[in-house]
């Protein structure tokens, strides 16, 4: 029985004609990112076409976390004088692929924070990269957008079913040790990232996004693309149980860190610099959320 149910929720991801297509300007935009040589006037024209993500890139290159001196007014000067073209592409990428996902069925789901945690992970995952041994150049790049979308799933699952996702959001909120994924599975039939591996390979979405959906469960996976998915779960992880100093049991996190290479000391290092960034970071997301 739960075998049928299960999977004819997954059908009706993987299916439902009311699913939204993937983005047209998305589309343009993970197209000229690709090339090796980016155009960037040609990609600030197409991110200007979305007036919204326009007006949201502009407001984070002019908040007070990166301390421009002088106002900023298009995507080219964000991209030249303040975030750099990998974050522009990242959150550009970030809101134009959120955007056709509505939430407001949902009262427990909060914008805010979803762009917290997303944005939260998405520096981890930028920062810890560094660390890491790869022959990918542009592995920064991939981690930072890897962490960005890491709850897409949420948005699916909060579009397709509010009011089973308003009672997991109420059931974690109230019992604040229970895994969010095990909530979606038991109430639903199906969890985030089981839904972000459908919409990824649906969307066509870069590979190694849909690698890391994929695999996700699987802690000691071993794969192609193995350290991206293991320094993004990395990474969310401390996003989420980090800020408080400590290091919760539900993931092995020294198996992560032997995996990628890194140190204890790497993280509390990081740690004390996101103590000092966390403000910053939820005035972004408040920027982020904006509709």
Not at 22 to 45: G, T
Not at 247 to 275: A, C, E, P, V, W
Request: with cysteine; net charge negative; glycine share 4%.
């Amino acid at each position: 029985m739960y075998q049928r149910i299960l999977k004819e929720k997954r059908s009706k991801i993987r299916d439902l004609p009311d699913l939204p297509p993937f983005p047209a300007i998305a589309q343009k935009i993970m197209a000229q990112v690709s090339n090796e040589h980016v155009d960037i006037p040609k990609l600030a024209k197409t991110i200007e076409q979305d007036p919204a993500v326009f007006g949201r890139i502009i407001g984070v290159a002019n908040s007070a976390y990166f301390g421009c001196p002088d106002q900023i007014y298009t995507i080219s000067h964000a991209i030249v004088r303040v975030l750099g073209l990998c974050m522009v592409k990242s959150l550009a990428l970030g809101m134009v692929l959120n955007e056709p996902f509505k939430v407001e069925a949902c009262p427990n789901f909060n914008m805010e924070k979803y762009w917290f945690d997303s944005l939260l992970t998405a520096q981890i995952a930028q920062r810890l990269s560094r660390y890491i041994q790869t022959d990918q150049s542009d592995f920064q790049d991939r981690a930072y957008l890897a962490g960005m979308l890491n709850n897409l799933g949420d948005l699916v699952l909060t579009y397709l079913y509010p009011s089973e996702m308003n009672d997991v959001l109420r059931q974690v909120k109230e019992n604040p040790e229970l895994d969010k994924q095990d909530s979606q599975s038991e109430i639903i039939g199906i969890n985030s990232y089981e839904a972000s591996a459908i919409l990824s390979k649906r969307w066509h979405l870069p590979i190694d996004l849909q690698i890391m959906f994929n695999q996700y469960h699987k802690p000691d996976y071993d794969g192609e693309h193995w350290q991206l998915l293991h320094l993004v779960r990395l990474s969310h992880h401390l996003a989420l149980h980090g800020g408080d100093g400590s290091l919760s049991d539900h993931l092995n996190i020294q198996f992560s860190l032997d995996k990628l290479g890194l140190t204890i000391g790497q993280i509390n290092k990081l740690q004390q610099k996101l103590s000092t960034d966390r403000q910053d970071i939820e005035n972004l997301s408040c920027i982020m959320a904006i509709a």
